[in-house]
């Protein structure tokens, strides 16, 4: 079991790093609009859900996922497009993973989780070395910027909060993108006059939702059932640094010794804060408890 979750953990982050890096080759090259893009890629997404979902049952398939989880995947999608059409890479990436773990981080806090030290140090390590990382890329951010890419990050950490007690993580997936497709395909209607289109554009749109998003959130959802949410929040952190591996490996980027320190940091920082477990805050005794406990009515 723990060798399929760290499997599944690691597939959905690998996954989540080739979706960053077909939205920045599309979205920066203004091969295709925003709205389009995410359209296509909750279309694409929702398609190869479904087809593997039917495969693997062999029949039809019965609805699956909610409507509150598909508004979430939708505030995610859209404004993550939209967002880095103003914002720099490195800007956006750090707004998006800081408030994904500000968002995980209170759910987990307030479900009564109380992470231990060495779980706070992983995440101030990891979370020094992304800043590290995109320190020379970063410029003020423009307000409209900023507040897209940061409810983005709220979205998503609020949904995989959600994920995680997912009892069909395929098929609720599946449900989500189809559940969000009309969503997203009304803001391309109403955005319509600015559409771009190409077919590099369109191609880089499918394989993000077909593959690093629609396979990516299955493999995602089935690791949270084995990460706690402190852990599953934190271990994200290294989503920037496989990004920015694969961006020397297949976009010709420069190997630069900044590169190589920063992910000593957050890959450290992440191991150190998979190391530890939390600590539940403890229910309060009832009062037949502590009589039994002591012998007496109202003792301490």
Same mark, same amino acid.
């Given at each position: 079991?723990?060798?399929?979750?760290?499997?599944?953990? &690691?597939? &959905?982050?690998?996954?989540?790093? =080739?979706?960053?890096?077909?939205?920045?080759?599309?979205?920066?090259?203004?091969?295709?609009?925003? =709205?389009?893009?995410?359209?296509?890629?909750?279309?694409?997404?929702?398609?190869?859900?479904?087809?593997?979902?039917?495969?693997?049952?062999?029949?039809?398939?019965?609805?699956?996922?909610?409507?509150?989880?598909?508004?979430?995947?939708?505030?995610?999608?859209?404004?993550?497009?939209?967002?880095?059409?103003?914002?720099?890479?490195?800007?956006?990436?750090l707004i998006l993973f800081g408030s994904v773990q500000a968002t995980m981080f209170a759910g987990a806090l307030r479900t009564g989780a109380r992470p231990?030290?060495?779980?706070?140090?992983?995440?101030?390590?990891?979370?020094?070395?992304?800043?590290?990382?995109?320190?020379?890329?970063?410029?003020?951010?423009?307000?409209?910027?900023?507040?897209?890419?940061?409810?983005?990050?709220?979205?998503?950490?609020?949904?995989?909060?959600?994920?995680?007690?997912?009892?069909?993580?395929?098929?609720?997936? &599946?449900?989500?993108?189809?559940?969000?497709?009309?969503?997203?395909?009304?803001?391309?209607?109403?955005?319509?006059?600015?559409?771009?289109?190409?077919?590099?554009?369109?191609?880089?749109?499918?394989?993000?939702?077909?593959?690093?998003?629609?396979?990516?959130?299955?493999?995602?959802?089935?690791?949270?059932?084995?990460?706690?949410?402190?852990?599953?929040?934190?271990?994200?952190?290294?989503?920037?640094?496989?990004?920015?591996?694969?961006?020397?490996?297949f976009l010709a980027e420069r190997v630069t010794a900044r590169l190589v320190v920063a992910a000593f940091l957050i890959l450290g920082g992440v191991g150190?804060?998979?190391?530890?477990?939390?600590?539940?805050?403890?229910?309060?005794r009832r009062p037949e408890a502590r009589r039994r406990e002591t012998g007496r009515e109202g003792g301490p």
């Amino acid at each position: 079991m723990r060798t399929r979750m760290i499997l599944y953990t &690691a597939s &959905a982050l690998v996954a989540f790093a =080739a979706n960053s890096l077909l939205c920045r080759q599309a979205l920066g090259h203004t091969a295709i609009d925003a =709205a389009s893009f995410s359209t296509i890629r909750l279309a694409s997404g929702a398609a190869a859900l479904l087809a593997i979902t039917m495969a693997s049952r062999r029949g039809p398939v019965g609805a699956r996922g909610s409507w509150r989880s598909a508004t979430l995947l939708f505030l995610y999608a859209i404004p993550f497009s939209f967002a880095y059409v103003s914002l720099g890479a490195g800007t956006g990436a750090l707004i998006l993973f800081g408030s994904v773990q500000a968002t995980m981080f209170a759910g987990a806090l307030r479900t009564g989780a109380r992470p231990h030290a060495g779980q706070w140090t992983g995440l101030l390590l990891a979370l020094a070395g992304l800043v590290y990382l995109v320190m020379p890329g970063l410029a003020a951010p423009s307000p409209r910027g900023w507040a897209l890419m940061t409810l983005a990050g709220s979205a998503w950490g609020v949904y995989s909060l959600r994920g995680g007690g997912a009892a069909d993580p395929l098929a609720e997936t &599946a449900g989500n993108f189809v559940r969000a497709l009309p969503l997203a395909a009304g803001v391309s209607v109403a955005t319509a006059a600015n559409a771009v289109w190409s077919f590099e554009g369109a191609m880089l749109a499918v394989l993000s939702g077909a593959l690093a998003s629609g396979l990516g959130y299955v493999a995602w959802y089935a690791a949270l059932s084995g990460l706690s949410v402190t852990r599953a929040a934190t271990v994200q952190l290294a989503v920037p640094v496989l990004a920015a591996v694969g961006g020397v490996a297949f976009l010709a980027e420069r190997v630069t010794a900044r590169l190589v320190v920063a992910a000593f940091l957050i890959l450290g920082g992440v191991g150190l804060a998979l190391t530890r477990t939390e600590r539940r805050r403890r229910p309060p005794r009832r009062p037949e408890a502590r009589r039994r406990e002591t012998g007496r009515e109202g003792g301490p």
